[in-house]
């Protein structure tokens, strides 16, 4: 069994991403590594280059500043990457996700356990996205709790954005649909939201124009305090030296009202508890 890891990354140093971080997480399970550094305006692309590693190889690439449709540019990014990989399983992995060193052998198990079965095409991650600080996570059907993050390389797969996959139906070519997927029983470490708030709103000053959106200031105290919950877990040993040293759950404002998706959010939970459910987005298949 061979596995190939990939990934984008534009502006990587100024706008806060652990992606040096997120590489070294999964680079031990992995036969290669594939990055596809767009032209920043930083020294991304030198510190990937400056990991020691035969098992990467860096691709670089100019972003369409004309594509602003619906992040389409993200997809094509990813799936510049993911069209170099060359191994049986693809394992995409964002700049601000981490994996943990404990949880490594289970993934290699769950690929080797699924390697020859058809029907299976993806693997499927349960994430903590951490919010403000490290001790802090969301719980809600409006943030993915679930994600496919490994794909087989035989799928003829593609991506919308840089989030998911969409699989092209192996008769006419014209319809698609999420992959059939197993889940892989462990986690996927989300980040992004704990990088600085200044970090956070020079990313989105940069990136809102692929979505043909305008910036609007980020402030995380702005947060529904109903889906915070706290982290009681270990972080992985990759991602240690990165993350804030903080005590107790982040402080959010307390007299934040909550949006209108918001509170439909909360009338979800509600549902959840009450009948066993999850409704949060799902873009696979559980098989």
């Known amino acids: 069994m061979k596995v190939s890891a990939f990934t984008f990354i534009k502006n990587g140093q100024i706008l806060g991403y652990p992606f040096i971080q997120s590489i070294q997480s999964i680079l031990p399970i992995v036969d290669e590594f594939i990055i596809n550094v767009g032209n920043s305006e930083d020294d991304t692309l030198l510190l990937i280059k400056s990991i020691s590693s035969p098992k990467i190889r860096v691709i670089e690439s100019h972003w369409s500043e004309k594509m602003k449709d619906r992040g389409y540019v993200y997809g094509q990014q990813k799936m510049i990457a993911q069209f170099n990989c060359s191994s049986d399983w693809l394992f995409y992995i964002e700049a601000d996700e981490i994996y943990h060193e404990d949880e490594l052998d289970k993934i290699t198990f769950t690929m080797q356990k699924y390697l020859n079965e058809d029907q299976v095409e993806a693997l499927v991650f349960d994430f903590y996205h951490f919010y403000g600080n490290a001790n802090t996570f969301l719980d809600s059907p409006g943030w993915y709790r679930s994600e496919a993050r490994i794909l087989k390389n035989s799928v003829r797969s593609f991506a919308p954005d840089g989030l998911f996959w969409l699989v092209l139906d192996s008769k006419t070519n014209k319809k698609s649909r999420y992959p059939k997927a197993k889940h892989t029983?462990?986690?996927?470490?989300?980040?992004?939201?704990?990088?600085?708030?200044?970090?956070?709103?020079?990313?989105?000053?940069?990136?809102?124009?692929?979505?043909?959106?305008?910036?609007?200031?980020?402030?995380?105290?702005?947060?529904?305090?109903?889906?915070?919950?706290?982290?009681?877990?270990?972080?992985?040993?990759a991602i240690q030296d990165w993350i804030p040293l903080e005590d107790g759950l982040f402080k959010l404002d307390p007299n934040y009202i909550p949006t209108k998706k918001q509170k439909k959010h909360r009338l979800m939970l509600k549902i959840e508890k009450l009948f066993g459910l999850d409704l949060s987005k799902k873009h696979f298949k559980l098989i």
């Open 185 to 237: 029983g462990a986690h996927c470490y989300h980040y992004g939201w704990v990088r600085s708030q200044d970090e956070m709103n020079l990313k989105s000053q940069k990136v809102q124009k692929y979505w043909n959106k305008k910036h609007t200031h980020i402030d995380y105290s702005q947060m529904d305090p109903m889906i915070t919950k706290e982290f009681k877990g270990s972080h992985p040993q």
